[in-house]
């Protein structure tokens, strides 16, 4: 055991121990940033529902960029949201009704439009053109609900 050891050095094992942690600290940051454990708490998933399968089109939760490790499943009761295995580290998945699904803006740049939602009030992702074409008819439901509930 001790020739395994004699052949790392120790300046290099340090180094990449070192790595690694920071590389845990920006996971933590960019989860807690993202609002990721706090939804996942207020709406935590019950297993994968049937529906449309959108993957790599959330591209940010609040100020976090995504860089496609969302995968979203459309379902009649509600929105599943779920982290590629590489990206789970505090990213439980989450399963949103529609009646906490808001639309809130879009934005166009260069022929790109993308569109700004809230869920529950507590995360707010950045979808593509495509995601926003796979929720619109639920979206345009649960806000009609929800105004026809506050009359």
Not at 32 to 61: C, D, N, Y
Request: hydrophobic share 45%; aromatic share 14%; net charge neutral.
């Amino acid at each position: 055991m001790l020739d395994v050891l004699d052949t790392i050095s120790c300046p290099a094992f340090l180094w990449l121990y070192g790595l690694f942690c920071l590389g845990i600290l920006v996971l933590l940051f960019y989860s807690e940033i993202s609002g990721w454990p706090a939804l996942a708490k207020e709406f935590p998933g019950r297993g994968q529902p049937e529906g449309i399968l959108v993957s790599g089109q959330i591209l940010a939760m609040g100020v976090a960029r995504e860089f496609a490790k969302t995968t979203m499943i459309v379902a009649p009761d509600g929105l599943y949201l779920s982290s590629i295995v590489f990206a789970r580290f505090r990213r439980l998945e989450a399963f949103i009704p529609w009646p906490q699904v808001r639309y809130l803006s879009d934005r166009r740049y260069l022929g790109a439009r993308w569109h700004k939602l809230d869920l529950g009030g507590i995360a707010s992702p950045t979808i593509s053109e495509d995601a926003y074409h796979a929720i619109e008819p639920y979206i345009s439901r649960s806000q009609a609900a929800a105004s026809f509930e506050r009359r």
